[in-house]
């Protein structure tokens, strides 16, 4: 076979038509992944106001991975964009697999900072319905529940997320508050029995004085003598009555 210039030009060509299709291939479908990729880079450098145009544009391309939606609402919640937040969220749980409990709890998260904790509640608790050894959303859920007043069910959630995660750097804090709870659910204990203990001796006292009372009254009723006979509005004679012959 004989080799020249005209081959050498042809394979040239060739390997740069070969370079064309794959460059083309890789950009075309892919061209959403550069926004990806863009701006996961923009979001993990802590530059949410940057990131989130980026992901924006990357969240509409066909077939977006869930991480993108993950990000971009994470940086909405950087950016105090709660709403906007809410809705990435939901948009990437609907296709969700492998992050559907960090969804679920980030929306938690959105709502809690609002001060929805009712709403707030309910996606914690959706978030470890999903994955039921996730120590962040006990923690965040036992929080929710302070706001709420439930301390009972504050000192579980707390007790669970120290019993997954011993060695976290809030254990001593939330021991601390733990011990305060506990103090406070033994006073609120005492002086419960305490007014039901006054309730009881109160209901004691009354019902004395109605027995009291009507042990007088029934005395009175006895000592109470009948009319004597001749009395009231009977008219009396001096003679004794006679029938006429």
């Known amino acids: 076979m004989r080799s020249g210039p005209t081959s050498n030009l042809a394979l040239s060509r060739l390997m740069s038509l070969l370079c064309l299709i794959s460059a083309f291939a890789a950009s075309s479908p892919a061209f959403g992944s ?15 106001q940057e990131a989130a145009p980026v ?26 964009r709660w709403d906007d937040a809410i809705a990435t969220f939901r948009k990437g749980l609907v296709s969700s697999i492998q992050y559907r409990h960090q969804f679920l709890f980030n929306i938690a998260n ?12 309910e996606y914690y608790d959706q978030a470890l319905a999903a994955k039921d050894d996730y120590p962040q959303a006990y ?11 439930d301390h009972p069910g504050a000192v579980s959630d707390y007790s669970l997320y120290l019993s997954l995660d011993p060695a976290s750097p809030q254990s001593s804090e939330i021991r601390r508050l733990l011990d305060l709870l506990g103090t406070k659910a033994a006073e609120a204990d005492r002086l419960k029995a305490e007014a039901e203990a006054r309730k009881l001796a109160e ?23 009948n009319l004597s006979a001749g009395s009231g509005d009977v008219q009396g004679y001096d003679t004794d009555l006679s029938l006429d012959d």
Do not use: H
């Open 34 to 48: 550069d926004f990806s990729e863009r701006g996961i880079k923009l979001f993990m450098e802590n530059k949410p």
């Open 55 to 80: 992901l924006e544009m990357a969240a509409k391309e066909s077939g977006a991975d869930e991480k993108v939606f993950l990000y971009l609402g994470i940086a909405y919640q950087q950016l105090s």
């Open 110 to 121: 959105s709502y809690f900072s609002q001060g929805r904790n009712a709403f707030a509640l």
């Open 139 to 149: 923690l965040n859920r036992a929080n929710t529940k302070m706001r709420l007043g």
């Open 203 to 225: 209901e004691r006292a009354r019902q004395a004085m109605l027995d009291e009372v009507s042990r007088s009254l029934l005395e009175a009723a006895e000592s109470t003598t």
